[in-house]
T-cell receptor, first 112, second 117 residues
Framework: AQRVTQPEKLLSVFKGAPVELKCNYS??????LFWYVQYSRQRLQLLLRHISRESIKGFTADLNKGETSFHLKKPFAQEEDSAMYYCALSGLTDNAGNMLTFGGGTRLMVKP | GAGVSQSPRYKVAKRGQDVALRCDPI?????LFWYQQALGQGPEFLTY????????KSGLPSDRFFAERPEGSVSTLKIQRTQQEDSAVYLCASSPRTGRNIQETQYFGPGTRLLVL
């Protein structure tokens, strides 16, 4: 079974401070990991995926298979980063339609 | 272009009432997913369609839940004899291809918020 854990329901930081949103997963095969973000009154949207190895809006995330983690980081938080963040996992199989398993989400609040 | 749309956006139902939730995926998207998101939790998978075929319904919580996508585009999630525990946001997502051996990006709709009284 696949599982995603986000230990923090709420993370509050000041503008300009570093941010780390934690995500741990369990999966027996080769997973693909994602971070989705939901801004206020907007729909859920993809922020980044580990396979792309890119930085989006200053955020990065590194897949650590040894620690089964995929923490999301940003060196300097901005007020517009305030949102709900979900870590998600998909198992890469030969079955069509790889559904996502989501963590419970972390609400990030960036204070001025 | 137009994204995934869902209707209604809000639905209040009396316990025992049947409801139908509609999803219009992005045009041409092969894959369609339904998720249920209870208050304060992350979305949970319900069912998956590839075109008109329902290939995975392992997440449907009971036989009161039924989904269809008869022509391979619009999908309807039906809940019969609604219960209070069915209150949640129901999310629809679509992706361009089948995702075989690679995870395609899923594009989410705004969700339907269902409240069962």
């Amino acid at each position: 079974a696949q599982r995603v854990t986000q230990p923090e329901k709420l993370l509050s930081v000041f503008k300009g401070a570093p941010v780390e949103l934690k995500c741990n997963y369990s999966y027996s095969g080769s997973p693909e990991l994602f971070w989705y973000v939901q801004y206020s009154r907007q729909r859920l949207q993809l922020l980044l995926r580990h396979i792309s190895r890119e930085s989006i809006k200053g955020f990065t995330a590194d897949l650590n298979k040894g620690e089964t983690s995929f923490h999301l980081k940003k060196p300097f938080a901005q007020e517009e980063d305030s949102a709900m963040y979900y870590c998600a996992l998909s198992g890469l199989t030969d079955n069509a339609g790889n559904m996502l398993t989501f963590g419970g989400g972390t609400r990030l609040m960036v204070k001025p | 272009g137009a994204g995934v749309s869902q209707s209604p956006r809000y639905k209040v139902a009396k316990r025992g009432q049947d409801v139908a939730l509609r999803c219009d995926p992005i045009s041409g998207h092969v894959s369609l997913f339904w998720y249920q998101q209870a208050l304060g939790q992350g979305p949970e998978f319900l069912t998956y369609f590839q075109n008109e075929a329902q290939l995975d319904k392992s997440g449907l919580p009971s036989d009161r839940f039924f989904a269809e996508r008869p022509e391979g585009s619009v999908s309807t999630l039906k809940i019969q004899r609604t219960q209070q525990e069915d209150s949640a946001v129901y999310l629809c997502a679509s992706s361009p291809r089948t995702g075989r051996n690679i995870q395609e990006t899923q594009y989410f709709g705004p969700g339907t918020r269902l409240l069962v009284l």
